[in-house]
Nanobody
């Protein structure tokens, strides 16, 4: 059974930083593209960033480019999201996601989700 467990969320002031982690288990982590999504109150879930299974390709939403960095450590079965220069509009529940199919570089089809971690940015 696949499990994705996020951690690292919290309350931070605008301009601050947080590092989210997503620990994966249940299937071979290193062959699946991973990603981060977020959902703010009253809004739909939106894509934040993804990283291919080889880590060679990363994609970011325009709203986070230059501020967020996604990375992965396949030896630790863990993905990270370094968030810098945080803004109040970054406040949301952040979800980890794993692709449905192995050896694909994009995250078109998500097979598994984490339970989410709350990030709150105060102004």
């Amino acid at each position: 059974q696949v499990q994705l467990v996020e951690s690292g969320g919290g309350l931070v002031q605008a301009g601050g930083s947080l590092r989210l982690s997503c620990a994966a288990s249940g299937r071979t982590f290193s062959i699946y593209t991973m990603g981060w999504f977020r959902q703010a109150p009253g809004k739909e879930r939106e894509f934040v960033a993804s990283i291919s299974w080889t880590a060679a390709r990363t994609f970011y939403a325009d709203s986070v480019k230059g501020r967020f960095t996604v990375s992965r450590d396949n030896a630790k079965n863990t993905m990270y999201l370094q968030m810098n220069a945080l803004k109040p509009e970054d406040t949301a529940v952040y979800y980890c996601a794993q692709a449905k199919n192995p050896y694909y570089s994009d995250l078109t089809d998500v097979a598994f989700w984490g339970q989410g971690t709350q990030v709150t940015v105060s102004s």
